[in-house]
């Protein structure tokens, strides 16, 4: 596996405005996803992050509202942008490795709290 | 599009007891199905895996089942101990990388 690092561990922001939030390995991967986990929920792929490429979004995410970036292959940026409360919820990253497996590891997690 | 349901979303066992959680998967090309730890506030944890060439698998006190037929997977713990205590969420993936989860168990080891 690998050390998967989250920045901020939480945040409390206001509606209308954004946050992103950044996830870095410390080894190159080859997949890095965003999920979203809502308080006492199970976890939504939100979108895939794709190496100098524009991400691969979920149904019901759109880039718009969840740009990702990802320029090389050991950190990923995903931001939130107009929040409103809904938003409020756990992001995690998560990472593989093509042609090792299919397992998945993730990161630790952003809480983010809109008021 | 592909669905995967979990029961029950609640399990409690007394200690050394064994836990049981149920998915069932909708995609018939699904091959690979992880379940994962999530203790309280952390992050989930990968616990065990198995691939849809293979029936079952064990990991010292935990155990995965397959019935592709069925569609159906478990995890088995046995013994449970208190710090097995957490939600249990499982999944499944066509081999894509792209996991659907189930809707989570939480399960109560009670002393």
């Known amino acids: 596996s690998a050390v998967i690092s989250q920045k901020p561990s939480r945040d409390i922001c206001q509606r209308g405005t954004s946050l992103t939030i950044q996830c870095q390995v410390d080894s190159q991967v080859t997949m890095m996803f965003w999920y979203r986990q809502q308080p006492g929920q199970s976890l939504t792929l939100i979108a895939t992050a794709n190496q100098g490429s524009e991400a691969t979004y979920e149904s019901g995410f759109v880039i718009d509202k969840f740009p990702i970036s990802r320029p090389n292959l050991t950190f990923s940026t995903l931001t939130v942008s107009n929040m409103s409360p809904e938003d409020s919820s756990i992001y995690l990253c998560?990472?593989?490795?093509?042609?090792?497996?299919?397992?998945?590891?993730f990161g630790p997690g952003t809480r983010l709290t809109v008021t | 599009g592909e669905n995967v349901e979990q029961h029950p979303s609640t399990l409690s066992v007394q200690e050394g007891d064994s836990a049981v959680i149920k998915c069932t998967y909708s995609?018939?090309?699904?091959?690979?199905f992880p379940w994962y730890k999530q203790e309280l506030g952390k992050r989930p944890q990968l616990i065990i895996d198995i691939r849809s060439n293979v029936g079952e698998k064990k990991d010292q006190r935990i155990a995965v089942t397959l019935n592709k037929t069925a569609k159906h997977f478990s995890l088995h713990i046995t013994e449970t101990q208190p710090e097995d205590s957490a939600v249990y969420f499982c999944a499944a993936s066509t081999g894509t990388y792209k996991y659907i989860f189930g809707t989570g168990t939480r399960l109560k080891v009670l002393a």
């Open positions: 998560s990472v593989a490795w093509v042609g090792r497996s299919y397992e998945q590891y």
């Open positions: 995609d018939s090309a699904s091959n690979y």
